[in-house]
């Protein structure tokens, strides 16, 4: 059995002139919680299609459970929650299960067997006969979870799980992500609440303008990094000769940021990889002759690393 469950090379797809994915290259492996992150319109949901066999590409490779995207067999064992979705809304819950059941080709007893489990992994077992048209946004996203599921699938495509849940929704989201995992299925996670992600997720891949930029181990994005904001009375040139000084010498171990705008004229900010050198820095800021009115550092929340790779110029398209 493969150990990489999703395997792309140069993945690309073309509307026209339009490229929606440029370059989607990915190696996932069997057991992982996977995070595919970007800002709007970055491709990813054309991206999820390719690897669904929805979407044909225009060109590369790619591989999902060993097979090509689309197989009839690899399907039988995957399960996806899309971003939008529809029901049909005249069926009862279990009735809905029942269908997809079908669909995934589970034969009565499994599906006698797995339809009460998931509903009461989801927190509906008491609206099983109820029919989906009286259900809320809330409770929509979770029998679209429960029929993701359903079939214990070896990997999970979600686009936007959480996106209709209130906090205690969310929160039975990561539960049952991780009893996933602990059970070997592979999560393919596509969120826009960086908090989600960073709950969740092992790993974690950055896409812009359909081309992935890094995959990195969400463990280690922020470990030892420390973002450091050193404000004074001025910026004066002799200030930041001192502190250029430092990071030269540190040889990478400290990284000059670019203030916002705002504050560029009071403030500097770095990311240094040990805090043994917040004592030098004040030192070389008071020997400036600046006057140092705040020396604050904070470990690195996903968000500010998202925009780094990213870009803040598109995080809002």
């Known amino acids: 059995m493969d150990d990489v469950v999703i395997r792309t090379h140069g993945l690309h797809k073309h509307f026209g002139t339009n490229i929606a994915v440029a370059d989607l290259t990915l190696d996932v492996p069997r057991g992982e919680v996977f995070g595919f992150l970007g800002p709007n319109g970055a491709g990813k949901s054309t991206a999820v299609k390719m690897l669904l066999g929805l979407v044909t590409p225009s060109g590369g490779e790619a591989q999902v459970l060993s097979r090509p ?17 529809r029901f049909h809304e005249w069926l009862h819950a279990d009735e809905l299960l029942d269908l997809h059941g079908r669909l995934y080709g589970m034969d009565a007893a499994a599906r006698r067997r797995r339809i009460p489990q998931v509903l009461e992994l989801v927190g509906l077992a008491e609206q099983a006969r109820r029919p989906i048209a009286g259900f809320s946004k809330g409770m929509l996203q979770r029998i679209g979870l429960a029929q993701a599921f359903l079939n214990e699938p070896a990997l999970v495509f979600l686009d936007e799980p959480t996106s209709a849940l209130d906090p205690f929704g969310r929160m039975l989201v990561r539960t049952i992500i991780h009893e996933l995992k602990q059970q070997g ?5 596509n969120s826009h609440l960086l908090g989600e992600v960073e709950a969740t997720c092992d790993r974690v891949a950055f896409i812009r303008a359909g081309t992935v930029l890094d995959t990195q181990v969400l463990t280690e994005l922020g470990a ?30 400290m990284i000059p940021r670019c203030a916002p705008a705002a504050v560029k004229s009071t ?51």
């Open 69 to 85: 995207p689309g197989d009839r067999q690899a399907l039988r064992a995957i399960g996806f929650l899309p971003e939008h979705f």
């Open 185 to 189: 299925t592979t999560v393919f996670l």
């Open 224 to 253: 030892g990094r420390l973002r450091v904001e050193v404000r004074v009375d001025t910026v004066t040139a002799a200030l930041e000769q001192a502190l250029d000084e430092l990071a030269r010498r540190t040889e990478g171990a």
């Open 267 to 317: 403030t500097l900010m770095y990311d240094i990889l040990d805090e043994a050198l917040l004592p030098e820095i004040a030192e070389r800021t008071l020997g400036s002759g600046a006057r140092l009115y705040e020396l604050t550092s904070r470990r690195r929340s996903l968000e500010q690393i998202f925009l780094d790779v990213v870009g803040a110029e598109d995080s809002g398209q």
